[in-house]
């Protein structure tokens, strides 16, 4: 049925679904070249049960980037992560 579709449905996002996001880390170490030292590394989270703008925590919501605007950044994949491994929250326990 209808509500049967539109609940599988990959693009309506739930309540759990994890969010994509990215995040700069930087690199406070470094053996190499001056111009590395400080250099940062993108990774990619998909957090479960956040949704909001995490920009005030270094997170950038990555699931409107192209493809090319991942890889840019080096961003070759996302790992699956509660919340609460990263220091965040999720919405439903807010309150």
């Known amino acids: 049925d209808?509500?049967?579709?539109?609940l599988c449905d990959s693009t309506t996002p739930?309540?759990?679904d994890p969010m994509r996001?990215?995040?700069k880390l930087t690199r406070l170490g470094s053996l190499g070249p001056t111009e590395e030292r400080?250099?940062?590394v993108w990774v990619g989270y998909d957090i479960d049960g956040v949704d909001e703008d995490l920009s005030a925590q270094g997170f950038v919501r990555a699931d409107t980037?192209?493809?090319?605007?991942?890889a840019a950044r080096?961003?070759?994949g996302f790992t699956?992560?509660?919340p609460e491994k990263l220091g965040l929250r999720r919405k439903?326990?807010?309150g």
């Open 2 to 6: 209808s509500e049967t579709l539109r």
């Open 14 to 16: 739930r309540l759990y």
């Open 21 to 23: 996001y990215i995040k």
């Open 38 to 40: 400080g250099a940062g």
């Open 65 to 70: 980037l192209t493809d090319d605007e991942l």
């Open 74 to 76: 080096g961003v070759k």
């Open 80 to 82: 699956r992560i509660a």
């Open 92 to 94: 439903d326990e807010d």
